[in-house]
């Protein structure tokens, strides 16, 4: 149903990744910060690679919505029935030190849900991908959420900030391990491999930032929602998901969620 969004989504993926690539073996600290977004980090590689998503699938798919964020948003995508929803480099804090767990994450959303995500690791050439009900893959291989019951027995992968931060310190007994990674496109990649039992976030998100693997995610056979067990809404105005969110199978979710409350 979505196979040529699909592959052009791939593609450019893959490209973008490229470009991210040439910025980093010749980085400068050429680095802004968005003042409306807590200070974040922007770099030039966000930019371009930017520039060349919304050119590439833009050209593919004219009549679709965008939203990215290092493009402006006009709120021309609220009345369209499919949005692109991209963010050319997700983990630029992890970028900017060459940490290799940054990400390109690109999904479509059609009617508010996923149906197609990408998400790629140009260090590791991870590609993770799904369309609706055609399940989910690593590179040429499906994948499959983990399949364990007993939060004591799971891994839990969460931001690196929000581990420095001490945000997790209080729940160190009730997992197997919790482990940092950069990029939370990337974690859900690597939940919904099973690598590890489960994601959480506990600071907001952009849709940018999730909307590709929540695609993955349900697709390899798990559940991603908001902590109180709402679906996520895409398209909307407002971008921002205050709530934390929590990406595992069904049995997890119910658990962590009781746990995080």
């Known amino acids: 149903m979505f196979n040529e969004e699909l592959i052009a989504a791939k593609v450019a993926a893959r490209n973008a990744g490229k470009i991210l690539i040439k910025h980093l073996e010749s980085y400068s600290q050429d680095i802004e910060y968005k003042k409306d977004s807590g200070n974040s980090p922007v770099t030039a590689a966000d930019y371009e690679a930017d520039q060349y998503l919304a050119n590439f699938l833009g050209g593919e798919f004219p009549h679709d919505g965008w939203l990215s964020e290092e493009t402006v948003d006009t709120y021309d995508r609220i009345d369209k029935k499919r949005v692109w929803i991209i963010d050319p480099l997700d983990g630029t804090k992890e970028f900017i030190q060459k940490i290799p767990e940054f990400s390109v994450s690109i999904g479509l959303v059609e009617s508010n849900i996923p149906v197609v995500g990408v998400i790629y690791n140009p260090i590791s050439d991870e590609m993770f991908y799904a369309q609706k009900n055609k399940g989910a893959f690593l590179n040429s291989d499906q994948i499959k959420i ?11 992968v969460v931001s690196r900030s929000e581990k420095t931060k001490g945000l997790w310190n209080n729940y160190k007994n009730n997992f197997s391990s919790i482990k940092s990674v950069g990029s939370i496109a990337y974690k859900l990649g690597l939940a919904a491999s099973g690598l590890y039992d489960i994601t959480a976030t506990v600071a907001p998100k952009n849709e940018w930032d999730i909307c590709a693997g929540d695609c993955i995610i349900n697709e390899a056979g798990g559940v991603m929602k908001k902590i109180n067990g709402d679906n996520i809404l895409y398209n909307q ?4 998901v205050t709530d934390p969110i929590i990406a595992t199978n069904s049995m997890l979710f119910d658990s962590i969620s009781d746990l995080l409350y």
């Open 237 to 240: 105005k407002k971008t921002l």
């Open 146 to 156: 983990s399949t364990i019951q007993d939060l004591k027995n799971a891994s839990i």
